[in-house]
């Protein structure tokens, strides 16, 4: 196991110089005085440990998006169950992606004042409380409280293991281990309804809920006995990050933050305004059962893996930022076609090919966001990753249902949910070359 307390190391300088210090640390061993010096502490990680934490930190993070969305299939079935109308199932969404954005703001920076391990296993058990009063809730009132507090349980997979990478790895490795856990954000949002589907055709929609509180349950023991405390106590008390004021004060004051943080939570907004409202879309107006429903989504899933790979790629080679350039413009064009094609009358196909170019667009912009944000603030990488997430899907969470409300009696068409879409995206860049201004930005350190 990883012995993250590790020292600084002084770089020798030459008589009448300023020697700098660098970020090299030499790892603790039984001695010291020969470790070897590395540049960050997961740099020493043998392959097969860095393989289980991106397995386990992958499948925490993925707990989120799972708990958001591997219940969209039974939309249809829950309005009809509760006899009431699809905005008020919306709400039961909107009120788990609230939930999961005001968790991840206590969870953020409660994990760089007591570490990772304590606020991981406290919020994850109540996650799968849960999951199980979901699964009996006899209203949809219930239901819904019970979501939000699914949503907060939620909020530690995805804070924590962004905060645990943020630990281990920095520089272009750090794009690298980043890039692995946007594909799993950017992928189970899209996976999820699939799994849905077809656990929909062996189980009624509260068996679902009791999928979540096992995964939930599964989480709990796996971070209880695999893994570590990457934050030792020395490194909580750190200057300059000592107090959440102070850490607040230093992300918020970066401007290359602020712009990043709207893109991301944009691009999050237009992803979950399809998926709020394409259960809907698809299943009454296009004629899709909950099993062509989730195969759309596995399908658009290949784009998001397109993108989220390639992203890492060309971000360690050419910068994040010019990345973000290309993908935000994608976003916005991807958009208005899905509004183009469907005034033009071209039917369903008119719609999946420009949101299949959507969906991969996304991939590539989540990496980005979440490195320009957290190679920036390592010292403050909970709170850091807990209001990039925030913001993601508390942002979401109010904007998503927007497309209902557009729609109103007349039912939810291709045009109502592009046209957010499309908002969403030309607000995205905007903040970038606005405020991030992408030519300002240096270049990533090794």
């Not at 993250?4 to 090299?24: E, F, M, N, W, Y």
């Not at 946007?182 to 999928?211: I, T």
């Not at 850490?247 to 893109?263: A, C, E, K, P, Q």
């Not at 994040?320 to 196909?349: E, K, N, Y």
Request: aromatic share 8%.
């Amino acid at each position: 196991m990883l012995d993250t307390a590790s020292i600084p190391v002084q770089k020798p300088s030459s008589a009448g110089s300023r020697g700098p210090r660098t970020d090299a640390i030499r790892t603790l061993g039984s001695n010291p005085a020969t470790a070897p010096i590395v540049l960050h502490p997961g740099d020493s990680l043998p392959s097969r440990r860095r393989l289980l934490y991106v397995i386990l930190l992958g499948a925490l993070t993925a707990l989120g998006p799972f708990t958001i969305d591997l219940y969209l299939p039974a939309f249809p079935v829950l309005e009809a169950d509760f006899d009431t109308t699809a905005a008020a199932v919306q709400l039961t969404l909107t009120g788990t992606m609230i939930g999961f954005a005001l968790g991840q703001l206590i969870v953020g920076p409660l994990s760089d004042k007591v570490g990772r391990r304590v606020p991981l296993l406290t919020v994850t058990a109540l996650h799968v409380l849960a999951s199980l009063a979901a699964s009996i809730a006899p209203t949809l009132e219930l239901l819904t409280v019970a979501r939000v507090l699914m949503g907060a349980g939620a909020a530690a997979g995805g804070v924590v293991a962004a905060a645990i990478v943020r630990d281990l790895f920095g520089g272009r490795r750090l794009v690298v281990m980043l890039s692995r856990l946007a594909l799993v954000s950017g992928v189970a949002p899209v996976l999820a309804p699939l799994v849905g589907s077809a656990l929909l055709l062996v189980m009624p929609w509260r068996g679902v809920f009791l999928v979540l509180a096992v995964y939930g349950a599964v989480m709990l023991v796996s971070g209880l006995f695999f893994i570590p405390e990457t934050l030792p106590p020395a490194r909580r008390h750190e200057r300059g990050a000592t107090t959440v004021w102070q850490r607040y004060r230093s992300v918020f004051t970066d401007r290359v933050f602020i712009g990043v943080l709207i893109i991301g939570g944009m691009t999050f907004s237009g992803l979950f305004s399809y998926l709020s409202s394409s259960s809907f879309l698809f299943q009454q107006d296009y004629g899709f059962d909950p099993q062509q429903y989730g195969l759309l989504f596995a399908v658009n899933s290949l784009g998001v893996v397109v993108g989220v790979q390639a992203a890492s790629r060309l971000a360690a080679r050419y910068g994040p930022q010019w990345v973000l350039a290309i993908s935000t413009g994608v976003l916005v064009l991807a958009s208005a076609t899905i509004i183009l094609t469907d005034q033009l009358g071209l039917g369903m196909w008119g719609t999946i090919v420009p949101l299949f170019v959507f969906m991969t667009a996304c991939g590539f912009t989540f990496p980005c966001v979440q490195v320009l944000a957290l190679d920036r603030h390592g010292k403050a990488a909970g709170t850091a990753q807990s209001i990039i997430g925030a913001t993601n899907f508390g942002v979401a969470g109010v904007i998503s249902p927007v497309v209902g409300w557009i729609a109103g009696s007349a039912g939810i068409t291709a045009t109502t949910m592009a046209s957010v879409m499309v908002g969403c995206a030309v607000i995205g860049v905007l903040a970038l070359w606005l405020i991030v201004r992408p030519r300002t930005v240096a270049q990533l350190n090794p």
